[in-house]
């Protein structure tokens, strides 16, 4: 069974229910410098070294030659993020840096950093948190942290959950997580649980955000919290997020929990996670 009283050194400190949002700052470790660290401003400023991918240089190249067309610069953006390599981090940067773009076109790099799947853009990412307070693009920093799949982003998501006295960014940091796919992230969404366990939407969220990991790691805490739990609603919420682990182990769990029950409704749930849990998996 895997450890949830932790998260590798970092505990989320207990609060009382009087003030849900009072979360004190857990120590977190200091991020090593790296390339996605420093923003490059100003539309005039040297393009980033592009790397040997030919791809980088054309659509780079692209988006700073086309100004007639934000349709085709917009997309120029999220071929980057789809190239998945530390040299598009720094094209998206760029981007992201000159405040004579267009906004829209700056918002759009930001899901794209994510997209890139890197520890630079994490760095990145949350070098932009921590310098913007604009909620706008804190929320969007946000699930595109947890888009990168890095362990280093489940670092940055709890710190910002922990910091933050925002309610509304604490739950956008649930699903991030969540889409991390990481077993750190497990352990993390279990401490968020335990701290709120008074909280409904943060229960409900952190039911599906244990599912979205696709983790072997997340199949025993959500069993038990199905065996814990005297809330039917929640109970069928562990069941679907069984389902959506899409693993092995989830399948057999709820084979058990199918065979064990007599309500048909539990039944149903769980006869739909096994079909969820079997169907082909994205990357």
Not at 27 to 51: E, H, K, M, Q, Y
Not at 88 to 111: C, E, F, K, S
């Amino acid at each position: 069974m895997p450890t949830v009283d932790s998260l590798r050194g970092l505990t989320l400190l207990p609060i009382p229910v009087s003030a849900p949002f009072n979360l004190q700052p857990i120590p977190v470790p200091s991020r090593p410098a790296l390339p996605g660290d420093t923003l490059v401003r100003g539309g005039n400023a040297p393009a980033p070294t592009s790397s040997d991918d030919p791809r980088i240089g054309f659509l780079s190249d692209l988006y700073w030659s086309i100004s007639s067309s934000s349709a085709q610069r917009l997309l120029a953006i999220q071929a980057l993020g789809n190239c998945r390599t530390s040299a598009a981090v720094a094209q998206l940067q760029r981007i992201y840096g000159d405040d004579t773009q267009d906004n829209d076109l700056r918002q759009a790099a930001l899901p794209a950093l994510g997209k890139t799947r890197t520890d630079e853009a994490v760095a990145a990412l949350a070098g932009i948190y921590d310098n913007t307070f604009d909620s706008a693009v804190q929320q969007a920093v946000i699930p595109a942290l947890g888009a990168t799949r890095r362990p280093g982003a489940v670092v940055q998501l709890v710190r910002i959950f922990s910091n933050t006295f925002d309610g509304n960014l604490q739950q956008a940091v649930i699903p991030a997580l969540g889409a991390t796919r990481t077993d750190d992230a497990v352990a993390a969404l279990m401490n968020i649980y335990r701290s709120r366990s008074y909280d409904g939407n943060v229960q409900q969220g952190v039911i599906a955000a244990l599912g979205e990991t696709r983790s072997p790691a997340a199949v025993a805490p959500l069993m038990q919290l199905y065996n814990d739990i005297a809330l039917q609603s929640l109970q069928m919420s562990a069941i679907k997020a069984l389902g959506a682990t899409h693993t092995g182990e989830a399948i057999a769990q709820l084979q058990d929990i199918y065979q064990h029950t007599f309500d048909d409704q539990t039944r149903l749930a769980a006869l739909q996670a096994i079909a969820t849990a079997s169907e082909p998996t994205d990357t």
